[in-house]
């Protein structure tokens, strides 16, 4: 258990990432974009394997050299009369973190058996290596880099240079997703694409296949965009030592067959919440709020400052109640002029901040008619007859009267408010041909046409209050929306022209009617698209 305290900003960024009860996972994407590929090339992302020196021999009097750029050497032992001993590696080494170089440096790497190499091809012939029991070195090295031994009898040897992404060596990653998306320009495109781990332990390594990704040979598509993604591959690896590589292989190799190719990798990295929390400054400036905190590796982190997060549910849900709120009592805000900065303000000042913008409200006088009264600025939240009611200055003529004994005025009921409630949405029909006259030919979603006393069927009682035509050619149509079986209750009509509103019609319907259009008149409406639709508001 640790105690400690956070500040509001520190806390902020403490759960950027998802929190479990002992973890903080942040969610990274590592992605690279080829706009074309190159001829003759295969492309290594995050790393690469690539071989220096095969079958070669080590013994007391025969070393091994090769010639490299920058990185690890990896060895694999396929056969020896001598495999117990140690390999010394002279060369320049060159420091991850700084770039120095040192001259002539010396490592030893233990050697204790041969290796096992699972290594294959694909289905166009291309390497895919697999490595059980290798050897790799500790530090990086360049140029001209010696292998010697004193005790090791070794007749079949090969040597890699070996680099590979360590995410910045955070200890504790999880490989979660192998994500492509690309173009083919040509039938004849094939593509693989290996994703490796790399899993070191003192001087042994694993290296394992963990993914492909492919596109067979004899199943490219020409000119078209491919999504290709393994998204179960859940391989956690130690950054401070491990890695992974990605090799593609674009083919024919002699061609430029792919365009906008990109290769996505998402990992999690994991932080220990206690040791993440830790980590943070008690508070990032002398101003803001301090929040005492308790983090527990079972049970997770509690803020006893009752801090709300946006990605907890029902932590409001589980606080205390109040009966009848006051106008001092005060909730939380997000300030969206001040950068969202949390804030508190009283229920008082967010009633006065509405209704003073507010000039007039429904009013329902003694008659039972409804007008509007001018509203005062004084806003509170009162009370009348036991009820809490919005009440306003009691100036006579510039108010929305509050409730008075005598029952002469009051506000309107959610009666009143629900019976003047409109909805209002569009239906349209298609006819993707020439107009027939007297027919039922416009149709909705996928082509059914409704005939007569078939289509839409009206929850609410409601009107037509508008229609619009369109005919792809001049014409004179003229097209109806009917209710149940005939009952016109709209009219629209083009009049020598592509385009018309609306003409006619009892406009009403009722509820559980059913609408649908009908061509009264083609007038010439000769070639499709020709579109109808009507403006539609239903009394709630």
Known sequence: ?????????ALRKATFGRVNTSK??????????????????????????????????LSASDAISVSKGTGKLLFVVNAGATL?????????????????????????????????????????????????????????????????????????????HCSFEQVNDQPDITLTTF????????????????????????????????????????????????????????????????????????????????????????????????????????HDHATETIIPATVSATTGMTLSGGIVFADVPEQILGLGTKATPTTADLMLIEDRADGDEKKRVSINTVLKAHYSAVSSVPYRDGSGAITSRALATDVLLGSNNGQNVVTYASTAGSMMARRVADGNHSFLTNDD??????????????????????????????????????????????????????????????????????????????SGAISGTMTGGTSTFSAGELLTFKTITAGGASTGPNIVNAFIVFNI
């Open 24 to 57: 903080v996972v942040f969610p990274i994407p590592l992605d690279i974009y080829i706009e074309l590929n190159q001829r003759f090339a295969e492309e290594n992302i995050h790393g690469a394997l690539n071989p220096l020196s095969t079958g070669d021999t």
């Open 179 to 282: 994500d492509i998306n690309t173009f083919t320009s040509n039938a004849n495109a094939w593509l693989h694409a290996h994703l490796y781990c790399v899993c070191v332990s003192g001087s042994h390594v694993e290296l394992s296949r963990e993914a492909s990704l492919e596109i067979p040979s004899g199943d490219g598509i020409a000119n078209k965009y491919w999504r290709l993604r393994s998204g179960v591959i859940d391989k956690s690896l130690d950054g401070t030592t491990d890695g992974f590589f990605v090799d593609v292989f674009f083919g024919p190799s002699s061609q430029t067959y792919f365009q906008d190719f990109t290769c996505k990798l998402w990992i999690d990295v994991q932080k220990d919440l206690t040791t993440f929390l830790a980590s943070i400054p008690p």
């Open 417 to 494: 408010v629900r019976n003047e409630l409109q909805i209002g949405f569009v239906l349209w029909g298609e006819e993707n041909a020439a107009l027939g006259d007297g027919l039922y030919e416009w149709s909705w979603g996928n082509g059914g046409v409704p005939g007569a006393g078939e289509g839409f069927v009206a929850p609410y009682a409601g009107k037509v209050i508008g229609m619009g035509l369109f005919t792809n050619t001049s014409s004179s149509a003229t097209v109806v929306l009917e209710a149940s079986t005939a009952s016109t209750v709209g009219t629209v009509a083009t």
């Open 1 to 9: 258990m640790r105690t400690g305290y956070m500040g509001t900003n």
């Open 84 to 160: 117990t001993g140690t390999m010394t590696i002279t060369g320049t080494k060159v420091d991850r973190d700084t770039q120095v170089q040192t001259a002539s440096f010396q490592e030893t790497l233990s050697v204790v058996g041969v290796s096992t190499d699972n290594s294959d091809t694909d289905a166009d012939g291309n390497t895919r290596h697999s490595f059980s029991r290798a050897y790799i070195s500790s530090n990086w090295y360049t140029s001209t880099v010696v292998m010697s031994t004193a005790d090791l009898a070794l007749s079949d040897v090969d040597v890699y």
